[in-house]
Nanobody, 129 residues
Framework: QVQLVETGGGLVQAGDSLRLACAAS????????MAWFRQAPGKEREFVGA?????????FFADSVKGRFTMSRDNAKKMLYLQMSSLKPEDTAAYYC?????????????????????WGQGTQVTVSS
């Protein structure tokens, strides 16, 4: 069983940076493909980015955040990070960390909600204009 806890959300101004963290419990963190999703009020949960465990932690991102967000993981500490820069008001959302043990699927697959077995409770990011 894996438990995920996100921290680091807050209220920032447009153009600012913010780093979110996701702490995982349980074994075999290094074998988990990890992802960040976000959900704005009244909208569906959407993919932000993922770190593919079986591909040396390779990351990929949604077009909406590409070039502004980066992701890193520390397998020894069982931590996943999302570094967000040049934040925009449209980045305002609850951000969720997710994990899956499913391996060897495509990036398209991992950008969907259904592969992920474990979810955190979310952390709110609000970007003011």
């Amino acid at each position: 069983q894996v438990q995920l806890v996100e921290t680091g959300g807050g209220l920032v101004q447009a153009g600012d940076s913010l780093r979110l963290a996701c702490a995982a419990s349980g074994d075999a963190f290094s074998f988990l493909t990890m992802a960040w999703f976000r959900q704005a009020p009244g909208k569906e949960r959407e993919f932000v980015g993922a770190s593919i465990s079986w591909s040396s932690g390779r990351t990929f991102f949604a077009d909406s955040v590409k070039g502004r967000f980066t992701m890193s993981r520390d397998n020894a500490k069982k931590m996943l990070y999302l570094q967000m820069s040049s934040l925009k008001p449209e980045d305002t959302a609850a951000y969720y960390c997710a994990a899956t043990t499913k391996s060897y699927f495509s990036d398209t697959y991992y950008s969907q909600i259904r592969p992920y077995d474990y979810w955190g409770q979310g952390t709110q990011v609000t970007v003011s204009s």
